[in-house]
Structure formats: structure tokens, C-alpha cells
């Protein structure tokens, strides 16, 4: 039974509501001259083109249906040519609790859909999904080399190998080249540290010496050699999503050269960005809704007239990594606004809350660069100390006018 409700004024003359699963899909259709009908389609191909056509025949020009899992990604690649598609996160299709069945939840989609009470979530086009599977899928695979790196330091430690206490990187070069030479059986520790010691290392020779005694047994030297061999297998397949991203990012050589100008955005920065936001800015009303999307905008908590603290808002988990990831480099680039706002923030607010804000700021900035076809302008390190010292000009001119003095300017001598 579908729950009474105030009726809503209709703005779409004849929508759809899909409440999809892994199966089955049910569909309500509603809206003027058509007949309000509910009907239950499998999720296999066929079945969907079919009712592709049962709502073509019906004049159906909008669908609306719930973000569930990957599930409505099979409905969606169906559905895309042909109708205007809102998908909906699933917070804002909350039925009425206790009359929750699947052919309801379809009527209750279907009655906010041509009432026009539903916001749509972003849904780039297929390019631009494509390149966000491959962007995704070598962030988990580096994610992977680094657990690997740490399954390594962790066999070094029960081998009494001491490495990681005198070496900042077990991976590097160094690191690697003395570990490759402990898992070959070489016993000849002092001329192993002479073959492999340069000037520049942190630690004495004697130092690498005695990290180097320990008991490295035939099953750690096992275990070693299958961490690296997956790493190198791992960092092959990255090579391999690295040459196809490349292909993908062709049409987009501008917009991922302007990107780069931005302090602390490099090569694959700016492909992350282009494989999670793409090319098109006019998808976003403006900047704000863009950071709000991607989870970097202060969520509203207001009560009697006060502001208080927040949380984010919930977004796009994998941009938002990326853009933090990102401001870290930012704020060590010299001479830059981001290093000068990160150091007037970061005693009050804290190093996550500033890094944050600064991943904010960068991502405002691509917004303007992508739509404006403009590479990023730097405002320089005094932009904060000027900007404050124009405030404070302007607020002692205020004071004075009010006290009933004039204030004429004057320039002072060099």
C-alpha cells in the first residue's frame, strides 16, 4: 500500500522509479496520460532492453533510481541513450518507515521523481569512467606494493636484520642491493658494506655492519623473494594502466598542462584530477558545489542561530585522498600562497584541518582552470600579509571617520 502523502505539484510529465537489486528490478511508471503501472524485470541484458522499450512505447522521458552498490551500473549502461537519468543517493529516498516493500519503494521513487523533489548525483561520461576504473585500480594496486613494503620490514625484523633502524627507505636502492646480497648467502658482511656504501648515507659503515648480523634462515630468504617478485610484478602492471591512461588522456594534453602550473600537482596529480572530476565544468553550477561533491565543504550544524564545528561533508573518498595527497606537496613548495596560508593556519587549526583547507583551495583552483581554459596564477607568499594590512588600513580609516577626522592619503618616501 503506497503511504498517504500531501500531493506534490507535478513537474515531469512522465517519469519512471527503478528500485534496483543484484536480480530483479521493479519499475513504476506514473505521470500524465499514462496509467500508473508497476512491473518486475530481471537484470539480465534482454530483460532490460525490454524495458527499455515497455517505457519508450509509454512516452517515459526521466527514470529515477537508488545508487545501490555497483547494482544500478548494468541498468544505467541500458537506460543512458535513451532517457534522462537521476541517480539517487540513497539518503534522500528514505520511505516511510514500516511500508517498506520493493513495489513500494518503486511507487515512492517514482511520485518524488515527477514531483521534482529529486537531486540527480554526478554520473560522468563513459570516457571519463573509463579512466577512472584504470586511476582507481593503480591506486589500489600501489596500495598493494606498499603492503608488501611493510611485509618485508616486518620478515627483516624477525631475521634480526636491522635495516629499517638505520635506512630511512628498506626500498631503495642501498637497502636492496645488501638485502639481495644477504639472500644470495653471502657471509662477507664487511666487503657486502664497502661494495654498496656512499658518502652521503646517514649511518657509518660500522653501523650497516652490525644492522647486518642476524639470523636470515632459508625460509625469511623465501619469503623475501616472493614479496619482491610480487612488487616487481605489481609495479609492471602499473606500467601497463600507466601506457592505457595515456591513451585515454590524449584529447585532454591542455587541460592536464595547465593543471601541472598548480603548486604541488604533478603528472599524475593531474590525471587523477581529469579521471575523477573530467573535462566539463558546467556540469557544476559553481566552485562550491564541486567541493561539496568531492567531500571538501564544512557540512551545516547550526542550532538557535549559532554556527558550530563540523565535519566534512561525504564525497568523493578517492579525489579527496588524491587532493590531500596533493597539498602535502604544496605546502613544502617555498614562496608559494599555499605554503604561506598553511603557516598561518596550521597553529590553530591543526597540520589534517590545515591540509585539508589547502586540498580545498586546490581544487577551487582546477575548477577555474579546467572551465576557464587558464593556467593556475600564483599570488605569491606577502599576498596574506598584504591583504591583512589592507583590512587593517581600511578598519583605522573607518575609526577615524567616525571620531570626525578626515584621513587623506599619502605616500610615503622611499
Known amino acids: 500500500m503506497e503511504p498517504n502523502i500531501v500531493e506534490f505539484e507535478q513537474v515531469i510529465e512522465k517519469g519512471c522509479g527503478l528500485d534496483v537489486h543484484q536480480a530483479t528490478v521493479v519499475a513504476t511508471v506514473r505521470g500524465k496520460g499514462i496509467k500508473t503501472e508497476t512491473k518486475t524485470y530481471s537484470t539480465f541484458t534482454n530483460s532490460l532492453t525490454e524495458m527499455k522499450d515497455w517505457l519508450a512505447s509509454l512516452g517515459v522521458t526521466h527514470i529515477a533510481m537508488e545508487s545501490t552498490g555497483v547494482y544500478w551500473k548494468p541498468v544505467f549502461n541500458i537506460l543512458e541513450d535513451s532517457f534522462e537519468i537521476l541517480l539517487v543517493n540513497a539518503r534522500h529516498l528514505k520511505n516511510v518507515p514500516g511500508r517498506k516493500t520493493d513495489k513500494a519503494d518503486s511507487r515512492w521513487i517514482s511520485k518524488l521523481l515527477i514531483s521534482g523533489l529529486l537531486k540527480g548525483s554526478f554520473v560522468p561520461p563513459e570516457n571519463i569512467r573509463e579512466l577512472r576504473d584504470l586511476s582507481r585500480y593503480k591506486t589500489k594496486l600501489t596500495l598493494q606494493i606498499a603492503s608488501e613494503k611493510n611485509r618485508i620490514h616486518r620478515i627483516l625484523e624477525d631475521a634480526n636484520i636491522k635495516l629499517s633502524s638505520i635506512i630511512s627507505d628498506i626500498s631503495g636502492v642501498t637497502a636492496t642491493k645488501l638485502m639481495e646480497g644477504l639472500m644470495s648467502g653471502r657471509k662477507d658482511l664487511d666487503k657486502l658494506v664497502e661494495e654498496n656504501y656512499y658518502g652521503k648515507l ?116 578517492y579525489l579527496k585522498a588524491l587532493l590531500v ?90
Do not use: C
Not at 587541460?255 to 590525471?271: E, F, H, M, S, Y
Open 202 to 317: 646517514k649511518a657509518s659503515k660500522e653501523q650497516f655492519k652490525e644492522a647486518l648480523k642476524g639470523r636470515l634462515t632459508a625460509h625469511h630468504s623465501f619469503m623475501l623473494n616472493q614479496m619482491k617478485a610480487h612488487i616487481m610484478y605489481l609495479e609492471s602492471q602499473i606500467g601497463i594502466i600507466d601506457q592505457e591512461m595515456e591513451k585515454k588522456l590524449e584529447i585532454y594534453n591542455e587541460q592536464l598542462n595547465q593543471l601541472q602550473t598548480i603548486p604541488g600537482v604533478g603528472k599524475n596529480g593531474a590525471r587523477g584530477i581529469i579521471s575523477e572530476i573530467g573535462a566539463n565544468m558546467e556540469i557544476f553550477p559553481n566552485e562550491q558545489h564541486l567541493s561539496s561533491w568531492a567531500g571538501l565543504s564544512p557540512g551545516n550544524n547550526e542550532s538557535a542561530g549559532k554556527k558550530k564545528n563540523s565535519r566534512t561533508t561525504h564525497g568523493n573518498k
Open 325 to 414: 595527497e596533493m597539498a602535502w606537496g604544496a605546502v613544502k613548495t617555498k614562496g608559494t600562497y599555499f605554503r604561506a596560508k598553511y603557516e598561518s593556519m596550521v597553529g590553530r587549526r591543526g597540520k589534517k584541518r590545515t591540509l585539508v583547507a589547502i586540498a580545498h583551495k586546490i581544487l577551487i583552483a582546477s575548477y577555474h582552470i579546467i572551465k576557464n581554459n587558464v593556467p593556475y596564477q600564483e599570488l605569491g607568499a606577502n599576498y596574506l600579509l598584504e591583504r591583512k594590512k589592507k583590512n587593517k588600513i581600511d578598519y583605522l580609516k573607518r575609526q577615524l571617520r567616525e571620531l570626525g577626522y578626515s584621513v587623506e592619503k599619502t605616500e610615503k618616501a622611499a
